[in-house]
């Protein structure tokens, strides 16, 4: 798999396949990028677009920094930048999943005109004061510490409405936690929360959120907030399988994002690479 050097000098791995439109798939804490393969994401969408799955930092081949400075949200931000200049992109357009939405809407707000369009997929919190994020972030560290993955999964799978897959659980549970551990404690000194980028993200916007994650339609708020958003509900779904439900997510993102992504703009593209859509 090809690679990329990260600014703090984190080794980052990707891999690219499909012809078109660059666009990233991004996931979130757990698992690594081939997530989307196995969910259904990169056959139909390859077809259209040049689908770049991204093993961001402590997932996959990627290295596995476990400092806190090295798992803060802003260098999970900056890696997404240096991704698409290593690429020759101008811009490209960003599929994030889970807690892949928080790192595409801070790249969003650092970096202004990296995205061409955003899809991101599932929920956001409403606004915590810095008094509540230190105690709820002590909280979860404990419980993380002393169970691990389970500390999500449990309480995921027991919330899902259908049956969770193996496959899916196994690749979760072999992600390296300790990268995890860092960036959940990196958490209360973001100084950031996502509500401050969305009034300042131009970019067209697609957000999904399966309707039992997200009970009280938070996401219509966020979509509110927003220049140029659009909220769709997965019927009938929970976190893990709302995102699993491809055959209902992809036909609305492909459509989303052939109205709103542009052609390739590529700024000194290297011998090899793609340079025209």
């Known amino acids: 798999m090809p690679s990329l050097t990260a600014p703090d000098g984190v080794r980052l791995q990707y ?11 991004h996931v979130g804490a757990g698992a690594d990028a081939d997530l989307w393969r196995a969910a259904g994401y990169v056959e139909p969408q390859s077809r259209a677009y040049t689908c770049i799955l991204f093993d961001h930092r402590g997932h996959g081949k990627s290295d596995h920094p476990t400092g ?32 892949g939405l928080a790192i595409g809407l801070k790249a969003a707000d650092q970096h202004p005109d990296l995205f061409d369009a955003l899809v991101l997929f599932g929920t956001m919190a409403r606004r915590a004061t810095a008094e509540q994020l230190a105690e709820s972030t002590k909280q979860r560290l404990a419980a993380m510490r002393e169970k691990g993955w389970r500390y999500l999964l449990d309480e995921m799978v ?10 899916f659980l196994d690749r ?22 996502p509500w401050d980028a969305l009034p300042k993200v131009s970019a067209p916007t697609l957000i999904l959120a399966g309707e039992l994650e997200d009970p009280d339609d938070v996401m219509r708020e966020v979509a509110a907030k927003m220049p140029d958003a659009t909220r769709i509900r997965i019927p009938d779904r929970e976190h893990i399988n709302a ?24 700024a000194d593209a290297s011998p090899g690479e793609q340079t025209s859509a």
């Open 15 to 25: 891999e690219v396949e499909g012809s078109g439109p660059p666009l990233v798939l």
């Open 172 to 193: 979760m549970l072999a992600t390296d936690t300790g990268p995890w551990f860092a960036y959940t404690e990196a958490r209360p000194l973001w100084n950031w929360s």
């Open 243 to 266: 995102f699993l439900y491809s055959e209902f997510v992809v036909p609305h993102v492909m459509d989303f994002l052939s109205k709103h992504m542009t052609h390739i703009r590529v």
């Open 68 to 99: 806190v400075a090295a798992n803060h949200l802003d260098r999970y931000a900056d890696d997404l930048a240096a991704l698409v200049k290593h690429l020759g992109h101008s811009s490209v357009s960003f599929f994030g999943w889970s807690n």
């Open 158 to 167: 027991a919330s899902e409405k259908f049956p969770v897959p193996q496959w």
